[in-house]
């Protein structure tokens, strides 16, 4: 694991109802590691978990970064933690930045669609699509005015004129028509989809059902919760490299009995969406309970999330 970088809270604003954004520089006043529109941070909160959170600050800024972060009623600690015990002043702990929501190469046009918190990576894709001229539209989906994070930043941009902001209290001429945008799917146009579980479930269902080749959707997932089930009973992982075997018990995921046998698995989010924990199965069947990996990749069975995915068969073979 590369070393964690120290970052100073320069800046924490209200950008919305229940939405803060942090500016995070250099605790060193050095350059930050360049980072591409699509990106992540992982965040130490502290005296809590670590959380993914999505760069929103125009790619090719090295000299802070923004994310911004919802404040979860049923929070297990993140987002809780920082909007009540991180302050501008603070020093906060992070990852370099990674990106598991990169822009398609060679796309002829780009459908960025954002429901609520959403809209963190997609400011940096519209940043980075409008610095270069390329095609693309941006709907942004919110409750109302009052919870539209970034409103007055989008009203502003270079891009604005790409911009179509949809609320749901809003007059029903602007609302958003996902059936008749995701109609007709063509060659090149590329689909990238962010915000709850809902939104994403309605948009990528929608897609699929009208033909949208998978290898023309993107998407990254926010808040899902690892799900569970009456049926689930224990089963055993067998560890590849040292053939060692690890019982799994009811209610316990793979990652923590693997954790409380001595071999860490290094996880971010722990459900199942930052896919950090990929892991390779060998044998068995896992039960996909993530929102990383596509349904093909699910059907295949040689990858799976062991943070929150547990197994069909009595044995799972990982390549740990």
């Known amino acids: 694991m590369s070393a964690l970088l120290s970052m100073r809270v320069a800046r924490k604003q209200a950008e919305a109802e229940?939405?803060?954004?942090?500016?995070?520089?250099?605790?060193d006043g050095r350059a930050l590691p360049a980072f591409s529109a699509g990106s992540h941070l992982d965040v130490h909160?502290?005296?809590?978990p670590t959380r993914p959170y999505s760069l929103c600050n125009a790619p090719g800024e090295t000299h802070r970064y923004l994310i911004a972060v919802l404040r979860e009623p049923a929070s297990r600690g993140g987002s809780a933690g920082m909007h009540e015990?991180?302050?501008e002043g603070d020093v906060l702990h992070v990852s370099a930045p990674?990106?598991?929501?990169?822009?398609?190469?060679?796309?002829?046009?780009h459908v960025l669609m954002a429901g609520g918190i959403g809209i963190t990576p997609?400011?940096?894709?519209?940043?980075?699509?409008?610095?270069?001229?390329?095609?693309f539209e941006l709907h942004?989906?919110?409750?109302?005015?009052?919870?539209?994070?970034?409103a007055p930043r989008l009203r502003e941009a270079a891009f604005a004129g790409h911009v179509h902001v949809h609320h749901d209290d809003g007059p029903a001429a602007q609302k958003f028509d996902i059936a008749a945008r995701l109609a007709t799917p063509q060659a090149g146009v590329h689909l990238y989809v962010c915000g709850p579980q809902g939104f994403m479930d309605a948009l990528l269902g929608t897609a699929r059902s009208r033909g949208w080749p998978e290898a023309q959707i993107h998407f990254e997932s926010f808040g899902a919760a690892p799900s569970v089930h009456d049926s689930d009973g224990p089963f055993e992982v067998l560890l590849q490299s040292s053939q060692r075997v690890v019982s799994v018990a009811k209610g316990q995921s793979i990652v923590q009995a693997l954790a409380a046998a001595g071999v860490p698995v290094m996880t971010s989010c722990e459900q199942g969406v930052c896919g950090t924990c990929l892991t390779g199965v060998l044998d068995g069947t896992p039960d996909h309970r993530d929102q990383y990996l596509t349904p093909e990749e699910q059907a295949e069975g040689r990858q799976m999330l062991p943070c929150c995915s547990r197994a069909k068969s009595a044995r799972l073979v990982l390549a740990l």
């Not at 229940?18 to 250099?26: D, K, N, Q, R, T």
């Not at 990674?98 to 046009?109: E, I, K, S, V």
């Open 85 to 87: 015990r991180v302050h």
């Open 45 to 48: 909160v502290p005296d809590g």
């Open 98 to 109: 990674r990106n598991l929501f990169p822009l398609a190469d060679g796309a002829q046009h």
């Open 122 to 135: 997609m400011l940096a894709m519209a940043e980075a699509l409008a610095a270069r001229g390329a095609s």
């Open 140 to 150: 942004y989906c919110t409750r109302s005015a009052a919870r539209t994070a970034f």
């Open 18 to 27: 229940g939405i803060c954004s942090f500016e995070l520089v250099a605790a």
